[in-house]
């Protein structure tokens, strides 16, 4: 028997963990007993217990030992307990796919399922259609078709989310159970129609006019469930977005309705669509607003919380359309939740007036103070200064530099003062990353400033005090300072050749690099190698030097076969980002024409091309969206080549194409060398095929953008599709 642990014990973690020392071997011996006679459901119900913890914690069940404890625990039918009746089904459902022959049980579960215990029916349901693939489907279909429009709402649910996952592997069977899910939809329980609702919606949801009947027909009647209002208020705003629908549409008004739900969660899912929708004008963003101030009197924190921090989104592109809510945001700066403390003060200072935000500030001090970091870094952005004297971790204190260096890159007038703050905090700054990032803006931004000997001490002490890779970053910004300041040259001279002593092996070469750079005073040579840095892509070059340590070549690395950089990292930023948002850690990701070069060269017909040279920005749509077969067709220029790259997506669910290719009619001088056909064509899934065209090498129009000329006019007119060979084939014309 287990001992049993009282909520305090749970609370406290003094509880042990009554599974902790199983052993796998063990509990297959005690399995056993599931043979015996008569069954004994207490100790059987612990033993399935176990072997679902085992299961769970990631423990390798081999396939002959699963399938001999799955068939001795079928014994267990036999036994009429309805706890062991559901750990069985539990089982079953985790076992499905480790052990063999688990239809064994298809009858014992289509019994129960039919049966008269209710409490056995739900769970027979959801076992049995995970243990029944696509082609035993249709031998219960009509079980599960009784099931959808039972009466009791847990059978009923338990049909319809077991639809929903048969979806994935057997579509054409379960798309006719449309009429027994509509049946379920006007059912008066609130999960069944939720359900009902989100299998109709997965059925029809690459049916854009269907799906927009299905909400004209839940606005017209309304809904029972809150849950399936909310579903249906995502599924308009997902459709919004991808027709761009104006706001006068039924779909806005559907959701601008929903705010006068009687259901918190239904208003709170509408203002919050609203609030998401691209290009909302403070107009059409006012009733959500509106609605989310009430919620910041409200005396549920969960929904404070929630309004504040939806009010707190709105303020970034709209402050004016926040500024009402000031009074109530105040209120909830002296919130006993910290979080929504948190989000009260941060919104304030984006909405509020220079009178408020001077109070603010003050409030600011003694609350900073008191909280954690995961708290202080959404407060960073609009309080630099305050925050360098405060106590904090990696996190907080990057918060602190993102913020400062967004306000010098936005706002020159800033510049000085921000780089002295950097300044004082590398100082005494024990993160590495840090330091090396702001002794690198200093080297960029220090040389442009009216005192830029002013940085020099600080920068030289981090070759004095710190370690190694602080070390080398302060060498590089001296010599910045020295390539752009000829007044400073002879003094940067004296501190690099300090540093050609250093112990440590990177420090000496880039000092002996940089003084012997410097020394021969020429521009060009300190613009080559000390003020501009690589214009290649950083994860480009990673590739390129990687495949070429995998091919051994007798030339050179050339570096020209590098993609460039497709903006500076100044540029990089979102437009749309406001100064005051933290940044995130990023990862160097690498950008679209390097994936693009990567994909090309795993294509045999394209390695001999060289480097990609440009893609075009977006991909052409060759068809309209509601057609049989939806192309879109991409560019990539080579060299001597241009390759069209057509992604294609068959929306017929009767048809799988194969060998799939685009024929192209070129113009003269220009030559179609191979087509690569996509192999196979599913429905809804989507396809590659390429065309390699020839560029000509004499061009009458040489030195003129590639763009100038059209060899090659994709959709210009149409699409002529004809069949050949039992292919479909495409020409453009």
Not at 15 to 22: I, V, Y
Not at 215 to 224: A, W, Y
Not at 542 to 565: C, G, H, I, M, N
Not at 691 to 698: M, R
């Amino acid at each position: 028997m287990l001992k049993k642990f009282d909520k305090k014990d749970e609370e406290s973690g003094g509880g042990s963990n009554p599974f902790q020392h199983l052993e796998k071997s063990a509990v297959l011996q005690e399995a056993r007993v599931f043979n015996e006679t008569p069954i004994n459901p207490r100790k059987c119900a612990h033993i399935l217990t176990k072997i679902l913890y085992l299961i769970n914690q990631g423990e390798h069940l081999g396939t002959t030992e699963a399938t001999e404890a799955f068939f001795a625990m079928t014994k267990l039918f036999q036994s009429n307990d309805p706890t062991l009746r559901r750990m069985c089904y539990l089982t079953i459902k985790e076992m499905s796919c480790i052990a063999e022959d688990v239809i064994i049980v298809t009858s014992s579960l289509t019994k129960d399922m039919t049966g008269k215990e209710d409490n056995y029916r739900g769970p027979a349901v959801r076992a049995l259609c995970q243990i029944t693939d696509s082609t035993m489907l249709q031998a219960i279909e009509r079980y599960m078709k009784q099931a959808i429009v039972d009466k009791v709402p847990s059978v009923s649910s338990s049909a319809l989310v077991s639809s929903l996952h048969l979806l994935k592997c057997s579509f054409d069977v379960v798309k006719r159970w449309v009429n027994e899910a509509q049946e379920a939809a006007s059912s008066d329980n609130i999960m069944v129609q939720y359900h009902a609702l989100g299998l109709l919606y997965h059925v029809r949801k690459n049916d854009r006019l269907a799906v927009n009947k299905m909400i004209s027909k839940v606005t017209r009647h309304g809904l029972k469930s809150p849950f399936a209002y909310c579903m249906m208020i995502r599924v308009a705003s997902k459709q919004l977005e991808e027709e761009d629908g104006s706001r006068d549409s039924p779909l806005f008004d559907f959701i601008e309705s929903c705010l006068r739900n009687k259901h918190e969660m239904v208003v709170y899912e509408a203002a919050s669509a609203i609030v998401n929708l691209p290009g909302c004008s403070a107009k059409e963003l006012a009733p959500a607003v509106s609605v989310l101030q009430l919620f910041c009197s409200s005396p549920k924190a969960a929904l404070r919380y929630a309004a504040v921090r939806t009010l707190n989104k709105v303020a970034m592109k709209h402050p004016s359309a926040v500024t009402a809510c000031n009074l109530d945001l105040e209120n909830l700066v002296t919130d006993s939740n910290r979080s929504i403390a948190t989000l009260a003060i941060t919104t304030l200072l984006k909405t509020g007036s220079e009178s408020s935000i001077d109070r603010l500030m003050k409030q600011i001090s003694s609350f900073m103070s008191e909280i954690s970091d995961e708290f202080k870094v959404p407060a960073t952005p609009r309080t630099p200064t305050l925050s360098f004297s405060l106590q904090g971790g990696f996190e907080y204190k990057r918060a602190i530099v993102d913020c400062i260096i967004s306000i010098i890159e936005e706002n020159s007038e800033s510049k000085e003062t921000g780089l002295s703050h950097l300044c004082e905090f590398i100082e005494d700054c024990e993160f590495t990353v840090l330091a090396t990032r702001i002794l690198h803006l200093l080297g960029q931004e220090g040389p442009k400033t009216t005192n830029p000997s002013k940085y020099i001490r600080f920068i030289y002490n981090r070759v004095v005090l710190e370690h190694e890779e602080v070390r080398a970053g302060a060498v590089s910004a001296l010599a910045k300072f020295g390539a752009q300041n000829e007044e400073m040259l002879p003094s940067i001279l004296v501190l690099l050749k300090r540093c050609v002593m250093d112990d440590d092996n990177e420090v000496r070469d880039r000092a002996t690099f940089y003084l012997n750079v410097l020394e021969q005073k020429q521009k060009a040579l300190n613009a080559g190698y000390i003020l501009n840095g690589l214009t290649v892509s950083i994860p480009g070059l990673e590739r390129a030097l990687q495949q070429y340590t995998l091919e051994p070549s007798e030339k050179p690395f050339d570096l020209k076969s590098v993609p460039l950089a497709t903006a500076p990292m100044a540029e990089q930023r979102t437009e749309s980002t406001p100064i005051t948002a933290v940044k995130q850690p990023e990862k160097v990701a690498a950008t679209r024409q390097e994936i693009f070069q990567e994909q090309l060269a795993a294509v045999p017909e394209f390695r001999g091309l060289g480097p990609l040279f440009k893609s075009s920005p977006e991909p052409v749509a060759l068809t309209e969206s509601e057609t049989e077969y939806v192309i879109r067709c991409t560019k990539h220029t080579f060299t001597n080549h241009m390759v069209f790259q057509f992604d294609c997506t068959n929306t017929l669910n009767d048809q799988t194409l194969e060998n799939v290719t685009v024929q192209m009619e070129p113009t003269e001088a220009y030559e179609v060398l191979c087509y690569v056909p996509a192999r196979s064509l599913p429905y809804n899934q989507p396809g590659t095929c390429y065309t390699l065209v020839a560029l000509p090498k004499e061009d009458p129009t040489a030195g003129e953008p590639l763009s100038r000329y059209h060899p090659i006019l994709l959709g210009a007119h149409g699409v002529r599709r004809r069949w050949a060979a039992g292919h479909q084939l495409f020409a453009f014309y």
